[in-house]
Each structure stands twice: as C-alpha cells, then as structure tokens.
C-alpha cells in the first residue's frame, strides 16, 4: 500500500487566497484526521471523519476553515481567505476502525505571505 | 491546547546510550501510545500501552505507564544514530477517538 497521501508537499501563497490541501487515506480505512502542526501549538487536531462523515470538527479554528470527504478515498482541507498566521505543516491521517494506531500522511508545508 | 507535557524538550546523546522521555497527562484515558517523527516527515506509530497495563517492550522501545501519577516514559535502549527524531506521545480521553499529542521530545543521538 502506498499510505496516505498528500498533496501538493509545499504550498507558498499569498495572504487573501485560497488554499486546497488534498489526502488520499490508507484504502479500506474507516476514520480520517487533519491535524496542524505548528511550533507555538504543537500538532493539534483540526477535524475527523468516520465513514466520510465529519464527527468532530471543533479543533477547526475558524470560518475560514473548511473540510470535506465526498468519498472514501479522498478529502480535502481549504483555507478561504488564507491569513498569515495559517501557516503550518498540515497533515492528514487515517485509521482503520478496530486498530488505534494512526498512519500519518507526508504533510503539506504551508506558507502565507 | 495541548494537554499532554513531555520533557526532556530536547535530549542529546552518544550512540550506544539509553534515552529517556518523559509524558504527563491531565485526564482520565484510555489508552497511550507514542509517535516518532523524523525530520519533514509524518509521525509513525511505535507503541501503544493500555490503561491496565503498567509496562510494554517492542524491540528496543520499553514504555511503561503510571496511572496514579499520570504519565508514561519512553526508553529507547542503545540508541542508534538513526533514532535522532522528535518523539511524541498520543493519549485518547476516555471513549473519544480524538488523540491528543504532547509537545514532543527532540532527540538527537551522536554518532
């Protein structure tokens, strides 16, 4: 199996625009996690989904903010307006319902200026 | 908010040595489990121990968890250049499927 996977790597972009981070979980798994990771805060979870339903989605810090699982294999994570302060390493995780452990995509680095 | 706290922050030894890290929790939980990340990359799960057991092995890792103190130790044993990683543990509150990470130790082992 590939694992999760991310796209794009890196994202620079300026303040006001919009921003897609794409995921591809783990196939066959029931939950998938955003997570933002920052040095001030750490890895914080933003959102999960089980069964490409969103559950919890009080981590998302604000209407700008938004995310969505159309299908079991894909989801996405926009940004809209993106603002400095967004920027972070975002990842995305899934897991299988059963298991505990969490299988971690690559990350997507953003940047706003 | 973070409600999980590790320490050392960072940790620097010689390879051949043990390393340590530290976890402390608020909550009640369920289970613990700790992450490692190596640099620019994702976390990948090492262990995990449950709220009815007080120690754990796999390979080198050796986890043991104190629930009336609330926290749980990592071990690493000879310790090898390529464990420099930040290492991270992970907790569920009760039946909530939400992790909550700590801040992560940062470990670098000297070659």
């Known amino acids: 199996d590939a694992g999760v996977i991310q796209s794009p790597r890196h994202e620079v972009t300026e303040m006001g625009q919009e921003v897609t981070l794409r995921c591809k979980p783990i196939s066959g798994h029931d939950y998938l996690f955003w997570y933002r990771q920052t040095m001030m805060r750490g890895l914080e979870l933003l959102i999960y989904?089980?069964?490409?339903?969103?559950?919890?989605d009080s981590g998302m810090p604000e209407d700008r903010f938004s995310a969505k699982m159309p299908n079991a294999s894909f989801s996405t994570l926009k940004i809209q307006p993106s603002e400095p302060r967004d920027s972070a390493v975002y990842f995305c995780?899934?897991?299988?319902?059963?298991?505990?452990?969490?299988?971690f995509g690559p990350g997507t680095r953003l940047t706003v200026t | 908010s973070q409600q999980g706290e590790e320490d050392p922050q960072a940790l620097s030894i010689q390879e051949g040595e043990n390393a340590t890290m530290n976890c402390s929790y608020k909550?009640?939980?369920?289970?613990l489990q700790w992450y490692r990340q190596n640099s620019g990359r994702g976390l990948v799960h090492l262990i995990l121990?449950?709220?009815?057991?007080r120690e754990k092995h796999s390979g080198r890792l050796r986890v043991t968890l104190d629930t009336s103190k609330k926290s749980s130790s990592l071990l690493i044993t000879a310790s090898r250049a390529a464990d420099t990683a930040s290492y991270f543990c992970a907790f569920r509150r009760d039946s909530s499927y939400k992790l909550i990470f700590g801040s992560g130790t940062r470990l670098l082992v000297r070659p």
């Open positions: 995780a899934s897991r299988l319902d059963g298991s505990y452990e969490q299988y």
């Open positions: 909550t009640s939980i369920n289970n």
């Open positions: 989904f089980n069964n490409n339903v969103p559950i919890d």
């Open positions: 121990i449950r709220s009815n057991e």
